[in-house]
């Protein structure tokens, strides 16, 4: 079992920067990979980044390369997503979720196929 807490989110101008935190819990937590998904109002949700826990291998969607960067700090079993250059189509809850680390880049960009999810914390960016 792998519990997922996000924070960090809020409301920004465009061309800000937010920083959000995943925490992770549970005995297995190496295990996993981890990424960030988004869900706008209307819009089905969509992956955004990952990154694995045991190897520096990381993913990004297109729309957020160059403006956003995940790490992680495997001490204190916490993901990173570093929002600079935000843009109002950036607004949505952002969530954080974990699938196995042998699935790696055969599920990874896949809502569908994340083993456990966060709540969620919302960012807004207004214009």
């Known amino acids: 079992q792998v519990q997922l807490v996000e924070s960090g989110g809020g409301l920004v101008q465009a061309g800000g920067s937010l920083r959000l935190s995943c925490a992770a819990s549970?005995?297995?937590?190496?295990?996993?990979?981890v990424g960030w998904f988004r869900q706008a109002p209307g819009k089905e949700r969509e992956f955004v980044a990952a990154i694995r826990w045991t190897a520096d291998s990381i993913y990004y969607v297109d729309s957020v390369k160059g403006r956003f960067t995940i790490s992680r700090d495997n001490a204190q079993k916490t993901v990173y997503l570093q929002m600079n250059s935000l843009k109002p189509e950036d607004t949505a809850v952002y969530y954080c979720?974990?699938?196995?680390?042998?699935?790696?880049?055969?599920?990874?960009?896949?809502?569908?196929?994340?083993?456990?999810w966060g709540k969620g914390t919302l960012v807004t960016v207004s214009s």
């Open positions: 979720a974990a699938h196995n680390n042998v699935l790696w880049g055969v599920v990874t960009m896949d809502p569908r196929r994340m083993d456990y």
């Open positions: 549970g005995r297995t937590v190496s295990n996993y990979a």
